[in-house]
């Protein structure tokens, strides 16, 4: 016998023959997902923008605000010089990105090793939490999420989901991606002694650009 | 293993006369406890959140081919491979012989307690790979050449001074100063060329998500994705107890994960890997394979310790334990310590080499209150404690002492007489309200006082009040 034979028959030695099926199963796990607002947390503020800054912030996400898409380019400018920074990122080879007018700044669509500055998109933001999602894809290396010092990304305002089911629901039934990553403020570690310390090996700067009127 | 194999008892007197370790342990302890308290407190639906947890976990144990199945068609589907292990030498083999294949020189590895217990430090060593431990703490204790002493913080037992010494002759160069700042930022510097150099990436996961074939690891550092997109081959080892049916289920379970963990609300990074490299994708590996592994859990579903499948590893239960924040992890000579440990390391390593954990345990209940999931850990302590009774595992001493006890306590007028003349002799043991020093029970003694008994028994005492319906004062 395979190992999998043997654990499979182990399993149903013990769960005894009498077995629900398929359908009643999922019924079942399907009834443990019901009133969900039960058993999870109320959002900071009623509003989603609003309750996800509170707790984006809360973790030591940065936020700015812009009214549209050609907006963003200013907003990291403005970024970059409070921080003392050269006008130059990695910058997310996406299309709604490469089309923004980022004259004076320097954009590369590769990433070094101790990449200073990464600009990239957000799928979704959820406001329960102050997360940021990212899907890998052909336009979105996982690495530009972790290799720049500071990690600046884009959300669009009606990207804005209430609660971590949202994400879920959002995702149910579509094509996966290899890697989807909800990022909750920057890189940090309490390792030593118990004392919080940012830019763990990930980025040490977690700023978002809230795009909407 | 690596540690000399001393008794239990002899690990917890070295542990007690440690006073750094004592400082370290409570520095973090107690950290954790408050923290774990405020998120609760900020949370009010945390006793219906961890009922519903509860539930989840029981659905799925008692489901659990059918998920192991689902898993494996998805996860294959998602371009995984699925790898089957019944216990931790097929899960090394399987991991070393994937390295191997690969021809790898460096592997990176991203904190994972089911890859400490089935043994994989050793096995990437034997088979002369360089292993490179990415959390910062696995990083600290693998200079170190030690074994984790918690399952969320492996390195707690380390005071900051001597992570400074470690990093001051274990990085070059050496780190500037021995502040935490500074020593995480030289710590980054070092491993980055590693993650960007290895052959091959090994993570655990805390969830495998039945229907979409993904496994999620949660990390504060990012050092799960840094070790798992680089390589060309990522390897996932999870026990088989880790599946919930969806994404929605593994929120869930989260919410509870990481307020018990740390008093946090959510990880900084929580991600669902699912399969390889997409064609086309910017980064990513080109293998995935994921190693199930049983070792002892298909034995936990058919006996008493089933509910302990349900442990989703938050460390909640060792952070309020009396027993481990005064002997710290390593006293209890497992891979998993505190009240947790003390009902796993029996099904893993067997009952007769770990029969004192089970008596190393107050009974106070606390573990059981904070459990995110209800696991009730006294009760299953005293299930081992019972087991090595009918096994014959207790020593002689200790079997004759509860026989003799045993003759009395079923003879109600001996019994009394007895404990008459014991509580009397007690009380003239004592001084200043406590007893020091007890015959026949030095090791009780050594560590701590007994209070002076008031020089009645109970019964002495109730019979008094029946007769003089006063209340004793």
Known sequence: MTARERILAAIRDSLGPRRAAPQAVAAEAAALLENPQATRPRLAAPDLAEAFALKATALGTTIDHVPDMAGVPAALRRYLDAHGLPPALALQPAAELARLDWDGIATRPTLAPDEPVGLGLAVWGIAETGSLVIHSGPDNPILLAFLPLHHVMVLRRDHLLAHLEGYAAAMQGAAQPRNAILITGPSGTTDIEGSYVRGAHGPGFLHVILVGP | ?473
């Open chain 2, 1 to 473: 293993m690596d540690a000399p194999q001393l008794a239990f008892k002899e690990r917890a007197a070295a542990a007690l006369a440690d006073g750094a370790l004592k400082i370290a342990i409570e520095r973090t302890t107690g950290n954790a406890e408050r923290k774990r308290a405020a998120a609760v407190a900020a949370f009010p639906e945390f006793e219906a959140a961890r009922a519903r947890g509860k539930a989840i976990k029981d659905h799925v144990i008692a489901h659990l081919d059918h998920y192991l199945e689902m898993f494996e068609r998805n996860a294959t589907a998602a371009g995984a491979q699925v790898h089957w292990a019944a216990d931790d030498a097929e899960a090394r083999a399987i991991v070393t012989r994937i390295c191997l294949d690969a021809k790898a020189r460096i592997v990176t590895r991203s904190k994972s307690m089911l890859g400490e217990e089935i043994g994989l430090p050793h096995a990437l060593a034997d088979a002369g790979i360089e292993r490179v431990e990415t959390d910062l703490a696995e990083h600290i204790i693998q200079l170190a050449g030690e074994r984790p002493s918690h399952i969320v913080w492996p390195a707690m037992h380390r005071t900051r001074e001597q992570v400074a010494q470690l990093f001051m002759s274990g990085h070059d160069p050496a780190p500037a100063a021995d502040d935490p700042a500074t020593m995480v930022q030289s710590a980054r510097r070092i491993l980055r060329a590693k993650f960007l150099g290895a052959d091959v990436g090994i993570s655990g996961a805390n969830f495998l998500v039945a229907d979409t074939g993904a496994t999620c690891t949660v990390t504060n550092e990012g050092n799960a994705e840094l070790t798992t997109t680089p390589p060309r081959i990522h390897i996932v080892t999870a026990g088989i107890e880790k599946l919930v049916p969806s994404t929605a289920h593994a929120f869930a379970l989260l919410r509870l994960l990481v307020r018990s963990a740390t008093g946090g609300e959510m990880t900084q990074y929580t991600t669902f890997h699912h399969g390889p490299k997409r064609a086309g994708d910017a980064d990513g590996p080109e293998e995935k394979h994921i190693v199930l592994v049983d070792n002892g859990r298909t034995r936990m579903l058919g006996d008493e310790f089933r509910a302990m499948l349900r442990c989703i590893r938050c460390g909640a239960c060792m952070n309020h334990c009396v027993v481990y924040r005064q002997i710290g992890g390593h006293a209890y000579g497992g891979t998993y310590p505190g009240p947790m440990g003390a009902v796993l390391t029996p099904v893993l390593d067997g009952l007769a080499q770990s029969r004192d954990l089970a008596h190393a345990c107050t009974m106070n209940g606390r573990c059981a209150e904070v459990c995110p999931v209800g696991i009730p850990l006294p009760t299953l302590l005293r299930a081992w404690r019972r087991r090595s009774w009918r096994e014959r595992l207790e020593p002689g001493s200790v079997r004759a002492g509860l026989g003799l006890w045993a003759m009395v306590a079923r003879r109600p007028r001996l019994y009394r007489l007895a404990s008459r003349i014991g509580v009397r002799a007690l009380r003239l043991m004592g001084r200043r309200g406590w007893v020091r020093s007890l015959p026949l029970a030095k090791g009780w003694t050594a560590y701590r006082d007994m209070p002076r008994p008031s020089g009645r028994t109970f019964m002495e005492q109730y019979r008094a009040e029946q007769a003089g319906r006063r209340t004793p004062e």
